[in-house]
């Protein structure tokens, strides 16, 4: 094993997952969704922990299909106080009939190949990534106001609500150690749910629905956080027409915040897969359009937002606002990390 693949394992076992000595720790893995060298990496960094590690292997599980999901998977869940998931159609969505209420830890690990999870995305310090998402979440507070603007035109400010709307109540369950659910590599700061919303959104990224980068990108005008009007986009019309069979409510939004990320992922090949990668670069934000669990995901490129006047994101990459707070310093140098981590890395968009 790479010194590198080990640092990876260890920052999504112990600092992600919390794995600790006595705790009982599942690693499902789907075959042919994981190599096995991550899966073995993986348990054996949980063994190191001191945890109590079974791991088990199933045959491939249609997406969002809660009764195809095999009883041991369902047990591991129920059994085990830690649950690291190398099965991809195991989404929020399909688990939460079973779990609707769950408290456990569980962490989908997007880095199944021993690529990424050697990368600098799986290495940058989760502590560190928390931080970051911590302070923000501390700065966009109810009753603040804040901005949004793009290059493509986005123009968008409000006032914070509840924080994380419809869309973070439903999906980022609070447990003991925090969200339930603790994607790894990660990140994203929590949702911000709106009191406010008004102004223009340019649409650079709708799920299920092709883009190209010489496409004028559809402008959504918002009012009260509702879709008043749609123009522009593709002469097609069905992004526009997507857009539209919505319930019209942009429920909260928020970015990534994890300076390393990269996707393996091309555009053109899977733009849906491609978002769930690329999402959690600051270079991203990332507006949730309905509510509930079956939301649709928008985009927009290369941001810049201020809260109360605090630049905080500026050309989509996070400002000395929050890379320079005295909060998140401190766990910089606690994790002993090359500063050098903290550069965005540039992520393709198209």
């Known amino acids: 094993m790479s010194v590198k693949l080990e640092a990876g394992a260890a920052n999504c076992v112990v600092n992600c997952a919390g794995a600790r000595r006595g705790i009982r720790l599942f690693v499902v893995n789907e075959i042919g969704s994981v190599d096995e060298a991550v899966a073995d990496t993986i348990a054996a960094a949980a063994q190191d922990s001191g945890a109590l590690v079974e791991s088990l292997w199933v045959d491939p599980i249609p997406k969002l299909a809660p009764d195809k999901i095999p009883e041991k998977v369902l047990n591991a869940y129920r059994e085990g106080d830690v649950v690291i998931s190398h099965i991809p159609s195991l989404t929020r969505e399909s688990l939460h009939s079973h779990f609707p209420s769950e408290t456990r830890v569980r962490v989908p690990n997007r880095a199944r190949t021993v690529a990424l999870l050697s990368s600098d995305w799986a290495r940058f310090p989760y502590l560190v990534q928390c931080t970051i998402a911590k302070r923000l979440e501390e700065k966009m507070t109810p009753g603040r106001g804040w901005r ?7 123009d968008v400010k409000g006032l914070f609500g509840t924080a994380g709307g419809e869309v973070g109540a439903a999906f980022f369950v609070q447990g003991q150690q925090g969200r339930a659910r603790k994607n790894f590599p990660g990140g994203v700061h929590d949702p911000r749910g709106c009191a406010e919303l008004d102004g223009v ?6 799920d299920y629905v092709d883009q190209k980068q010489d496409d004028l990108p559809p402008r959504i005008e918002v009012k009260d956080c509702r879709i008043t009007d749609i123009t522009g986009g593709a002469g097609d019309g069905k992004l526009r027409a997507a857009i539209a069979a919505s319930d019209g409510w942009i429920d909260s939004w928020h970015a990534g915040v ?5 996707s393996p992922v091309n555009r053109h090949e899977n733009g849906r897969s491609w978002f769930g990668y690329s999402h959690c670069s600051p270079a991203i934000m990332h507006y949730h359009l309905g509510r509930g669990h079956k939301t649709t995901n928008l985009a927009s490129f290369c941001h810049s937002l201020s809260v109360d006047g605090e630049l905080l994101y500026a050309d989509g990459a996070l400002c000395p606002a929050i890379l320079g707070d005295a909060v998140v310093e401190a766990e910089i140098k606690a994790s002993g990390m090359d500063y050098n981590m903290l550069e965005s890395k540039a992520i393709a968009l198209w």
């Open 258 to 262: 994890n300076p390393r990320t990269v």
């Open 201 to 206: 959104i340019a649409v650079e990224y709708m």
């Open 148 to 154: 949004i603007t793009s290059p493509a035109g986005t």
